[in-house]
């Protein structure tokens, strides 16, 4: 079993973080969730002088976006799971058939959206749920969980719960996946691959860049 010290050391080298880059991602977290994070904790936690608190592992675990027990040293995965679904031959004509497409913009209906790569099917029942959509994953910034050409089924919606994995559009083109944790001042974009430091915006910044939450991510389909 590693040690506190070990996995802070190892995600911030990972992330390539220096002490001063986690205090101010951690300043926004502070006033969320009430909790004292001080350069001395910090600086304590890396030389292995002291080891953090619960309070203290609950807010370094929202600060590298990873799990509570992972950073205490426990051999468990880094990040959360999310569901996945392998493919593995056609399904069932009682699906409901949406498209798979290759980018999303906001206030766009998905029916207008001429880039369709391809069609997922989804349950009937997800019909009285809301729309859904599929979209095909650029990049290696949610790895493991999911993989650059992977495709994310996608509940369209404008809002999200902390630890949701999101879609969002920031300055009107940029489409990424994160996961979503919500600030009293700003939201904060957060990927699974450790060697990508979390995405920080503020109220100011989430109105005038802007950045739109497009959808939350239900379920991954892997093709094999």
């Known amino acids: 079993m590693a040690t506190s010290t070990e996995r802070i050391n190892q995600i911030m080298k990972e992330k390539r973080l220096r002490q001063i880059d986690v205090l101010n991602l951690a300043k926004p977290l502070q006033a969320k969730y009430n909790i004292k994070f001080s350069k001395s904790h910090l600086s304590q936690y890396v030389n292995g002088k002291s080891n953090p608190d619960n309070k203290k592992i609950f807010l370094l675990s929202k600060v590298f976006g990873v799990t509570e027990a992972w950073l205490l040293g426990y051999d468990v995965p880094r990040y959360e799971r999310i569901e996945k679904t392998k493919i593995t031959g056609p399904q069932t004509p009682q699906g409901l058939k949406i498209p ?4 999303v913009a906001a206030g766009i209906p998905i029916s207008a959206v001429e880039e369709i790569l391809d069609y997922e099917e989804v349950p009937q029942s997800w019909k009285s749920q809301g729309e859904f959509f599929g979209l095909r994953i650029k990049g290696d910034s949610m790895k493991p969980d999911i993989n650059d050409r992977d495709t994310v089924i996608v509940r369209k ?12 559009l920031v300055n009107g083109d940029d489409v990424t996946c994160k996961k979503f944790e919500k600030l009293d001042n700003g939201i904060m974009l957060i990927s699974n691959n450790s060697e990508y430091s979390p995405m920080y915006f503020s109220n100011e910044e989430v109105t005038t860049k802007p950045v739109v939450i497009i959808g939350r991510v239900v379920e991954l389909r892997r093709k094999f």
């Open 157 to 168: 919606q404008s809002t999200a719960n902390n630890g949701d994995v999101v879609i969002t």
């Open 100 to 103: 798979v497409l290759g980018t």
